[in-house]
């Protein structure tokens, strides 16, 4: 267990600005900062830091919490493992802390698992048995230097060969199960969760294997088959090669879309090449790039849902604060099929893509023009609208203005009349997003959808946090038992017990950290949200009592209401209790 003092050290040494920071472009000061919620996609920012309190919400995910959640959600870290990661952030020392926790335990066990997985892979991938796998490979240019570098193996048409290894190994099957190489079978017992596929390990930037890549041979569906999510493993956390990648001298990365097109890239020489997992480009993704490099050339499909997903990277990975260039494809719809095109020229040809990569602006400009045909007039205004709505979108004023320079002299227009424009749709665009934020700011606490009981129930809550000494005089008024949700329930008791503490302490404040030992990382949010509300001021004491009589006459509603599932025997006995509790 680790001490509430030496957790008030971390908090105090980690704000929430600088930590946030690191993953999110926060704009605004003092009491509030906002960005884009790096939990979920959107376009306005409905993600606000509260540095005042240490702490950050987001409004339209409901996630919230202190700096320790942050790094727990967005990282995957249990808890021990994210005041683990701030404490070496700042420099402080982690206390010995006996790893009797279950959760932490099965992360080792499940690490341990997938490395003799991967091992089993690689070594049988050269087997008899294997022969159509190993042929496939070599047919795509793989040589065995490739596919020992990458640990690339292959899993046995029989289901469960793998098992039957891993229990040998000592394996039990609850870890089995846990690491997602096993799923139950028919009999209750355990099958291999991969058969008949091409594996490749997912190795995080410590080198730990993580997960695995799975691709069928012939035409069965789904081509591609990853591991679930696991304690170790989260397919928008992780990108294939980043453990070869991070080791790079280059000053930039590869972006590829799938594990066959950095291994055909890589085997070129490029060793700065890392590719995500068969989903859209994550925010957690780019910020893992952002650790290790400032600029990305994407080298995605040349097809129209390879354009699409980069055009949308550029956002995700300039979110990150990334330089980003995008690469066109010419021979071939992917950099695998170019490669194999080329053959021996191959890496002199992707070195020359490299070089005329265009930026992420030239991109946009690119493909935006390829809907307007400019000669005609009407078509040119719509062209010139759309390409300032671009340039609205470029943080720095200076790139602005040479990107309104060059479109200038493209299209023979006075570079002012683009700078006015200019001006007039970032005005817009800001306005559109303050309109938006205010009128979600509007929105009730949990939606208008919240129940009245609710509604009163967390104004209520709101109030002793901000006023902890008077739960004194309102205890007699109310208890946990009149509280009809489960988790506000909680809360109040928990609550109550923290502010008794604090009393004896002489010391009646109230944090929000004193709560992250006693609530899940996803609770967190709705614990946030009552220090949002408290600081507020949205309540007074005579609200207060209002709100204490709405939760009992509520409660009273509820309790009839369940009888009319009792039948007399039972009625009678909730009567006399009653009245005896009334004597």
Known sequence: MISQEFLDEVLFKNDIVS?????????????????LCPFHDEKTPSFYVYPHTNSFYCFGCGI?????????????????????????RCGLEMPKVEQKNSKLLSKEKILEVNKQAALFYNKFIYSKDADVALTYLKSRGLTDKTIRKFGIGFAPFSKNILVKHLKNFGFKKEIILKSGLGSPSFNGGLKDRFFGRIIFPIVDHRGNVV??????????????????????????NNLFSLNFAKKTKQDFFILTEGYMDSITVSSLGFDNVVATLGTALTKQQAYLISQYTSKVVVAYDADE????????????LKGSGLSVRILKINEGKDP??????????????????????????????????ENFDIKYPEQRVFYLKEAIKIFAGIKDQIEQEVWCAKLSLDMKIQKETLLNQLKKEIKKQSNFKQN?????????????????????????????????????????????EDFCSEFNKRFFKILYSKIKKAKLENSLKIRLSDFISDFSVDEMGKVTKFFINANQKLINYDSVLECIETIKQEKEKISI????NLDNIVIKKYINALKEKKR
């Open 305 to 316: 849902s390879g354009i699409k997903a980069a055009t949308r990277s550029i956002e995700i």
């Open 436 to 480: 938006y934020v205010e009128n979600f700011r509007k929105i009730n606490f949990q939606n208008n959808k919240t129940s009245r009981f609710e509604k009163a129930e967390e104004a209520l809550l709101s109030y002793i946090v901000l006023h902890p000494d008077e739960i004194f005089c309102l205890i007699d008024k109310i208890s946990y």
């Open 211 to 236: 997960g695995f890549g799975a691709r069928t041979i012939g035409n069965k569906k789904p081509k591609y088959l990853n591991t679930s999510d696991t304690l170790v493993f989260k397919k928008s």
């Open 19 to 35: 930590v946030v920071s690191s993953y999110v472009n926060l704009r605004g000061k003092g009491r509030t900062m906002n960005g």
């Open 561 to 564: 209401k369940s009888l009319d």
């Open 64 to 88: 919230g919490g202190t700096p320790i959640t942050f790094i727990q959600k967005l990282e995957n870290f249990d808890f021990l493992d994210a005041v683990r990661f701030l404490s070496e």
């Open 336 to 369: 695998d099929e170019f490669i194999r095109f080329h053959k021996d020229k191959a890496k002199y040809y992707f070195e020359k893509l490299i070089d005329e990569a265009k930026s992420d602006v030239e991109y946009r400009l690119a493909k935006l023009g």
